[in-house]
């Protein structure tokens, strides 16, 4: 079964390694993803967030040197939803892509909020990395 998606992107004037190891470490998440929650914590050799709908588990990609940001995050509900994310060289900055997808039987209306939210937080991650 095909899902709709959509690529948001952001264009981030810093190297694409300084990009990727500041958003694949899983602290800096309420730097620039508040939306996700507000702390993150690691315990037992796992991540987690406490979102305003509880405790959610995260996973990343191992560590890699093509850019892959992609986690999966266990929601409080016991969901497993698969979040792709890419860090991708251009020239001396990058640009980093995050493909929403829309879960089965999301309205228009969450989906566009869905976007906005990923929209703001790929534009705080600019400005927390442009101004560091």
Not at 17 to 32: G, I, M, Q, T
Not at 48 to 55: H, K, L, N, S, W
Not at 103 to 120: C, I, K, N, W, Y
Request: glycine letters at 10%.
């Amino acid at each position: 079964m095909s899902t709709e998606s959509r690529h948001l992107s952001v264009r981030i004037d810093r190297p694409v390694a300084e990009v990727y190891a500041f958003a694949s470490d899983p602290a800096n998440l309420p730097r620039w993803a508040p939306g996700l929650g507000g702390s993150v914590v690691r315990e037992g050799g796992h991540w987690y967030v406490e979102t305003p709908a509880g405790r959610a588990q995260l996973t990343f990609a191992p560590r890699n040197e093509y850019g892959v940001l992609d986690h999966e995050v266990v929601t409080p509900s016991g969901e497993t939803v698969y979040v792709p994310l890419r860090a991708i060289a251009d020239g001396d900055g990058c640009e980093v892509v995050f493909t929403l997808r829309r879960s089965p039987g999301m309205t228009d209306a969450e989906f566009e909020r869905d976007a906005g939210l990923v929209s703001a937080d790929l534009a705080r991650l600019k400005r927390v990395l442009e101004t560091a």
